[in-house]
């Protein structure tokens, strides 16, 4: 794979950024070198915004003159069931990643559930789960009848912290999801190590790190699955659309069973019926039409993940120069990212005090579309657990004081996570991180901008 070749270590400075005219001349005395032609006053105070009337690549994208051919061939064959073109788009996914099985479902969340509910899970068992995610990750876990349990992250990196993993392993551990957040790796070697010491069941959340990897293995097949979402703001974006990969061939059949009906297929068998159902199961199958839009989508994939991660290493080196904004990191042995959203930790302290809100209105005026990511409001805090601690099956299951729901939140409080909610800053925009050199100087600029005049900000 060339991509293998794309990673901070390898990244070798061009002169790009001179070229450009950017001076990252550290942070004692920046020079804010396009004020010849750029007003050097902040646009949320009136001055000209450093994007001025650019535009980020648009995402998701479709080269209509080649695809729609395509579409009109599988509509007016009048096939739009799974078909060829959902396997073969798993065909591909799979081959793509060095995975022997794929299945396809109808998203990410159903294709999690699905990777859930065809483990050995069950009532009365722990999943410890990373914290930094949203209800989507951790649905199946809960209707397996399973409780999730949550280990703090490591606030450089976003990702679940095998070290907190280990705090959390009790004798009713049975599984862990790390979720790859952002598109980075989590530290993968590390938690398998884990897994097999326990004998724990793993599944990746990869929803968000097509193509990302640990040395140049990638991200969906170290666990006994890996989940992926091909949401229209995804990096191979469908629309709707999901796909779990695994090495495990019996897992595979019961997950392609439980995708249809509970069918028979490969080792799941006994019945001569085709209607009659074997496992308890769902409907969750990708439509065809929904293949050939990730068949087209499947094309430049490995193309944009490099341009992607050379963008990304390229930040990472510039926007290290300030202090206020570290990017977020890769952990040893990262080789690469997937960059679905460019991450940094804000430093207020080093932003001589000014609120992140205020930076990134700052940021946002410069024509750079930033945000806070996900908001303080904990899984391990939110309704729908108090819901399901509250439901007669788990009533049965657990203790008292194990549902009792202020118990469980002071005893899941991850404090690294609460910090990263509150100092995160993700740039998100699927298309933005395909742009130019000169698309990323813009970026830096607005950064470096904003570090000069943040005393006019306050
Ligand atoms: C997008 C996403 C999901 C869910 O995928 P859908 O296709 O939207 O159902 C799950 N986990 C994470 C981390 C995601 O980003």
Request: glycine share 8%; proline share 5%; hydrophobic share 35%.
């Amino acid at each position: 794979m060339k991509s293998n070749e794309i990673s901070r270590r390898h990244f070798i400075s061009t002169a790009a950024a001179a070229t450009a005219g950017v001076a990252i001349s550290g942070i004692s005395s920046p020079v804010f070198a396009n004020s010849k032609d750029t007003s050097d006053k902040l646009a949320l105070l009136g001055g000209k915004s450093v994007r001025g009337d650019k535009k980020w690549q648009k995402w998701p994208q479709w080269n209509a003159e080649k695809f729609d051919p395509k579409m009109k061939e599988v509509m007016s064959s009048l096939t739009w069931s799974r078909s060829k073109n959902v396997a073969e788009f798993e065909k591909k996914w799979a081959e793509m990643h060095g995975s022997k099985h794929c299945l396809s479902t109808v998203n990410g969340t159903n294709a999690l559930s699905a990777a859930w509910m065809q483990s050995n899970i069950g009532p009365g068992d722990e999943v410890i789960c990373s914290p930094y995610t949203f209800s989507a990750s951790i649905f199946g876990i809960l209707y397996k009848g399973a409780m999730p349990v949550f280990a703090d992250i490591d606030p450089t990196t976003f990702q679940i912290d095998p070290a907190q993993i280990r705090k959390k392993i009790t004798p009713r551990t049975k599984g862990i999801l790390p979720v790859h957040i952002c598109g980075y790796p989590s530290d993968m070697p590390a938690i398998m190590k884990i897994a097999r010491e326990h004998n724990l069941f793993v599944v990746e959340d990869a929803c968000q790190a097509h193509l990302a990897e640990i040395g140049g293995k990638k991200v969906g097949t170290w666990g006994n699955a890996g989940c992926f979402s091909f949401q229209a703001s995804k990096n191979l974006p469908i629309g709707e659309g999901g796909g779990i990969l695994t090495d495990n061939t019996e897992y595979y059949d019961r997950l392609y069973s439980y995708h249809n009906f509970g069918y028979a297929s490969g080792s799941v068998s006994g019945q001569i019926s085709s209607i009659s159902a074997l496992i308890l199961a769902n409907k969750i199958r990708m439509a065809e039409y929904q293949a050939v839009i990730g068949l087209c989508q499947m094309e430049k994939l490995e193309e944009q993940h490099k341009i992607r991660n050379e963008n990304g290493a390229y930040l990472n080196e510039k926007l290290a120069a300030y202090p206020g904004v570290s990017p977020v990191k890769l952990h040893k042995g990262a080789t690469a990212a997937s960059y679905y959203i460019y991450a940094m930790v804000y430093n207020e302290d080093k932003m001589d005090g000014l609120p992140r809100k205020r930076f990134i209105e700052a940021l946002n005026a410069e024509g750079v579309p930033v945000a806070t990511g996900y908001p303080n409001d904990p899984l391990y805090g939110q309704p729908m657990l108090k819901e399901v601690f509250a439901s007669d099956i788990y009533k049965k299951c657990y203790s008292a004081s194990e549902l009792d729901f202020e118990k469980y939140k002071q005893k899941n409080h991850c404090p690294s996570l609460i910090k990263t909610y509150n100092s995160a800053l993700w740039i998100w925009n699927g298309g933005l991180m395909l742009g130019t050199k000169s698309d990323m100087d813009d970026i830096i600029n607005a950064v470096d901008k904003i570090h000069n005049n943040v005393a006019k900000l306050k």
